[in-house]
């Protein structure tokens, strides 16, 4: 008896807890960024003292305990008036057809569009439902990108110099080249958190764009390309090559992303892969480091290289809120010029504005002039099978550690494919 009293007290203090600031002169935000908090409150405090409007920034972190708070909330309808979700699009599209999203795309388009040309178009697909979208949502943009990001490799530019390298290559057989003048005066080539599959993953995406691009890519997704195609092979001997030259940082595979990038931060390695958030971390362990950002060297030369970036963090206007256009203006008043450029100086991230890109710092350029090359699982018309990406992800590190060729690797692949394919259809 007492236990059902207790537990019906936790969960009427977690409702009291969850639920909206009815003041109507209070809009509260709930996210995870830890490393952000101060600098909200900073902009917060802006925003009151401009419209005598009080926004609460209510942080819940790590990223999984507040995924489940908005799964929580959703279900008992007490979610706040702006909050992010951090689950796939799949999860996102469940969201918005519960009706706990609103759709923002006639915000976005008043004013002949002003809002949405401000920002990054392919940050703001990531909030987009397009026309005839698999999830069934209505077309709409249901998210506000309050920065973006890419992946790409960084290069570091003394240890190149010192290795007689006189810019960074602009083709895989350029790296290889440096690879081995690296090598010669004792400095590792690539680091990159590899144990962490989703990163490793992305490199390899990156390449099978270049390889053979999107079309055939979507359709080994929807299983009309088997992975034992020569361009698939292709990808995994970007592999091979990688161990037999030597280029890859010892342990590589196994290394958490967080350690990848103390190792690069540290000069222990002259070429890194790792995404634009890397600025702020790299600046606080080493602010003496001198590097830049590139894309991966090209193989194919005659296709682009594509590189992930979308949207870094988003947050939703709760369509059940009595504040929701309080909301919105909010919104748009922190994706706005002035307010982005003190949000990316605050947190050395890419804003999603399009127009504060001439006040940032240039390693942030650098990573912002490839805005154009990039895609996103997110913004696909068709994704793996969760269970094949595993498996991808896990031959790639057999390939990288020697214990499988590209064609045994692919083989595997192919087999959990036509596996995922068949319980697929058997569950139609």
Same mark, same amino acid.
């Given at each position: 008896?007492?236990?059902?009293?207790?537990?019906?007290?936790l969960c009427c203090f977690f409702l009291f807890g969850c639920m909206q600031n009815t003041n109507s002169n209070t809009i509260t935000v709930w996210h995870w960024m830890t490393d952000r908090q101060d600098t909200f409150e900073k902009l917060a405090?802006?925003?009151?003292?401009?419209? =005598?409007?009080?926004?609460?920034?209510?942080?819940?972190?790590?990223?999984?305990?507040?995924?489940?708070?908005?799964?929580?909330?959703?279900?008992?309808?007490?979610?706040?008036?702006?909050?992010?979700?951090?689950? %796939?699009?799949?999860?996102?599209?469940?969201?918005?057809?519960?009706?706990?999203?609103?759709?923002?795309?006639? &915000?976005?388009?008043?004013?002949?569009?002003?809002?949405?040309?401000?920002?990054?178009?392919?940050?703001?697909?990531?909030?987009?439902?397009?026309?005839?979208?698999?999830?069934?949502?209505?077309?709409?943009?249901?998210?506000?990108?309050?920065?973006?990001?890419?992946?790409?490799?960084?290069?570091?530019?003394? *240890?190149?110099?010192?290795?007689?390298?006189?810019?960074?290559?602009?083709?895989?057989?350029?790296?290889?080249?440096?690879?081995?003048? *690296?090598?010669?005066?004792?400095?590792?080539?690539?680091?990159?958190?590899?144990?962490?599959?989703?990163?490793?993953?992305?490199?390899?995406?990156?390449?099978?764009?270049?390889?053979? =691009?999107?079309?055939?890519?979507?359709?080994?997704?929807?299983?009309?390309?088997?992975?034992?195609?020569?361009?698939?092979? %292709?990808?995994?001997?970007?592999?091979?090559?990688?161990?037999?030259?030597?280029?890859?940082?010892?342990?590589?595979?196994?290394?958490?992303?967080?350690?990848?990038?103390?190792?690069?931060?540290?000069?222990?390695?002259?070429?890194?892969?790792?995404?634009?958030?890397?600025?702020?971390?790299?600046? =606080?362990?080493?602010?003496?480091?001198?590097?830049?950002?590139?894309?991966?060297?090209?193989?194919?030369?005659?296709?682009?290289?594509?590189?992930?970036?979308?949207?870094?963090?988003?947050?939703?206007?709760?369509?059940?809120?009595?504040?929701?256009?309080?909301?919105?203006?909010?919104?748009?008043?922190?994706?706005?010029?002035?307010?982005?450029?003190?949000?990316?100086?605050?947190?050395?991230n890419l804003p999603s504005n399009r127009h504060a890109l001439s006040s940032i710092p240039e390693i942030l350029s650098q990573f912002a002039s490839a805005m154009d090359d990039i895609t996103h699982p997110s913004t696909w018309k068709y994704n793996e099978d969760p269970l094949v990406t595993e498996t991808f992800g896990k031959e790639i590190q057999s390939i990288s550690i020697?214990?499988?060729?590209? &064609?045994?690797?692919?083989? %595997?692949?192919?087999?959990?494919?036509?596996?995922?394919?068949?319980?697929?259809?058997?569950?139609?």
């Open positions: 008896m007492k236990l059902k009293i207790f537990l019906f007290c405090n802006q925003y009151q003292q401009l419209t =005598g409007i009080e926004v609460k920034f209510e942080l819940y972190a790590p990223s999984d305990a507040y995924s489940q708070k908005i799964i929580a909330a959703a279900q008992a309808r007490v979610l706040p008036d702006i909050y992010g979700i951090l689950k %796939e699009k799949e999860k996102f599209a469940v969201f918005v057809k519960s009706g706990f999203v609103a759709d923002l795309t006639e &915000e976005f388009q008043k004013n002949e569009g002003i809002w949405e040309k401000s920002l990054f178009a392919k940050a703001l697909n990531v909030n987009r439902f397009e026309e005839g979208n698999i999830y069934s949502v209505k077309p709409g943009i249901y998210g506000v990108p309050i920065d973006v990001m890419n992946i790409q490799m960084l290069y570091n530019e003394k *240890l190149l110099k010192k290795a007689g390298i006189g810019r960074p290559p602009r083709t895989f057989d350029e790296f290889i080249e440096d690879i081995h003048a *690296l090598r010669r005066i004792g400095v590792d080539g690539l680091i990159s958190g590899w144990g962490e599959l989703w990163l490793l993953d992305c490199f390899a995406s990156n390449y099978a764009f270049n390889i053979m =691009g999107e079309e055939k890519i979507m359709a080994t997704y929807r299983g009309e390309v088997p992975y034992t195609d020569n361009d698939w092979v %292709e990808v995994f001997r970007i592999f091979e090559r990688l161990r037999d030259s030597d280029a890859l940082f010892k342990g590589i595979v196994t290394k958490n992303n967080k350690y990848a990038e103390q190792d690069f931060a540290l000069e222990r390695a002259a070429f890194a892969f790792n995404g634009s958030w890397c600025v702020n971390v790299y600046n =606080g362990m080493n602010p003496d480091l001198e590097y830049g950002a590139m894309l991966p060297p090209k193989v194919n030369p005659n296709l682009p290289m594509r590189i992930w970036g979308a949207a870094g963090s988003s947050f939703m206007v709760n369509n059940s809120s009595k504040k929701k256009d309080k909301a919105i203006d909010f919104l748009k008043w922190l994706t706005s010029e002035r307010q982005q450029v003190f949000l990316s100086a605050e947190t050395k020697g214990e499988r060729s590209p &064609e045994q690797a692919a083989e %595997e692949v192919q087999r959990i494919k036509i596996r995922q394919l068949e319980r697929a259809k058997n569950r139609r």
